[in-house]
């Protein structure tokens, strides 16, 4: 080989290392363009974390620092007086109608005001009107059936039966009703439920007695239940979704199913799909 070829075929793998480096620095460079974007969206997220606080995001007020809740406590003063301002439209209890006033009293003035005259009872055809609103005395209205036993010349003993509709248990419907809506819808205690009938009524009665009580109810409202369940599943588009809970060494699961009509719970003894089939048996349409 001449001189000079051996000087082109070193140029050429200088060329060629020369070419290496630079994909290898291309690389790199790529590498490093896709950190910077990384942690620039890192740092931006984290500079939208510290500033956030309870007015602009949904955390708690106890969670701001110290000085943004002096800054919330001590709010720019607006330079106008307290109270109403003028022009504002001044809100009133409005007064019951004359169909729901259960008394009424007229109360006249017994002299004038100005001269000391007795003034006779002459009715106002638009008097002032001044509503008290109370509750009445609360009493338990205790219904007592008497079965007297009647012995026939024959020798039987027949009882006198009790009047179609009479509750088979201790309490009536309304408050069967009450205990029902401050046990489920209020979700007050038994124990506290126990306490208010103690206290309002003069009724004790056990636990027990409170929790058969819901189970009484719950039957007496199961047909219209399931009819709420079957509309629903007969929407168009229903919801569904449930929560499960530990108990008595076992798992239960809630249910819940919802249209823009009618919500219906289901508690269910355990979520197999088989329970649930059976309690989504009729759908039809888009359930989410």
Not at 1 to 28: G, H
Not at 178 to 190: E, G, N
Not at 252 to 268: E, G, H, I, M, Q
Request: with cysteine; charged share 25%.
């Amino acid at each position: 080989m001449s001189s000079s070829e051996a000087r082109i075929d070193r140029l050429e793998r200088q060329v060629e290392l020369l070419l290496a480096k630079v994909d290898a620095q291309a690389v790199e460079i790529a590498e490093l363009k896709a950190e910077n974007v990384t942690l620039r969206a890192e740092n931006a997220d984290l500079r939208r974390r510290l500033g956030e606080n309870s007015s602009n995001s949904n955390k708690p007020p106890s969670t701001d620092p110290p000085g943004k809740r002096a800054e919330r406590t001590k709010p720019t003063p607006s330079g106008r007086a307290p109270g109403g301002q003028p022009g504002h439209k001044g809100n009133r209890r409005a007064l019951l109608p004359a169909s729901k006033v259960t008394r009424s009293f007229e109360c006249y003035p017994g002299e004038c005001r100005r001269c000391g005259t007795e003034l006779p009872q002459r009715p106002d055809p638009d008097p002032l009107r001044h509503q008290v609103i109370d509750v009445p005395k609360i009493e338990a209205d205790v219904h007592e059936f008497r079965q007297h036993r009647v012995t026939c010349a024959c020798g039987a003993i027949t009882c006198g039966e009790l009047p179609t509709g009479t509750p088979a248990g201790l309490f009536g419907p309304r408050l069967l009703t009450l205990i029902a809506v401050l046990t489920s819808s209020m979700h007050v205690s038994r124990r506290k439920v126990q306490l208010l009938l103690a206290d309002l009524l003069g009724i004790e009665v056990s636990l027990g007695c409170i929790s058969e009580s819901e189970e009484v109810v719950s039957a007496a409202v199961a047909a219209a239940v399931d009819e709420a369940r079957i509309h629903a599943l007969a929407d168009r588009v229903k919801h569904v979704d449930a929560t499960t809970w530990y108990q008595s060494g076992a798992y239960r699961s809630l249910w819940v199913l919802a249209t823009k009509a009618v919500t219906v719970f289901y508690v269910a003894a355990n979520g197999t799909e088989a329970a649930l089939r059976k309690w989504l048996s009729e759908v039809r349409g888009i359930l989410v």
